[in-house]
């Protein structure tokens, strides 16, 4: 399995490869970005099989990463991972293909039922 982390926020992309479940992590290939640009790059050249995306980031925002990766792969398989949690947001990233929304600091009990539903 493949998984990708992008967070502009060290701590908060350590948070989420710290709460996968230990199965899942010792046989993951596991890829880190730090912003939009990054997220878009990564997920071309890895094809990761999960991406966890934050929304408000340098140089590139999750919100133009997620649609530019969902331009380039519509099976894409996206979780937003913010603190960005309005509505607005929720329902715009819902819209363009996100799996879901996750609020900052994700559970690591919503991660196992995550990477439990992955097709």
Known sequence: MKILIVDDSKLSRLTILK????????????????????????????????????????????????????????????????????AKSQEKVLGMGAISVEAKPIAEKRLAEIFAALP
Request: glycine share 4%; charged share 25%; proline share 4%.
């Open 19 to 86: 709460r996968i479940p230990a199965a899942i992590k010792e046989s993951a290939e596991i890829f880190q970005g730090a912003n939009g640009l990054e997220a878009v790059a990564l997920y071309k050249e890895h094809r990761p099989d999960i991406v966890f995306l934050d929304l408000t980031m340098p140089e590139m925002d999750g919100f133009e990463a997620l649609q530019l990766i969902r331009d380039f792969d519509q099976n894409s398989w996206v979780h937003i991972v913010t603190a960005d949690i309005q």
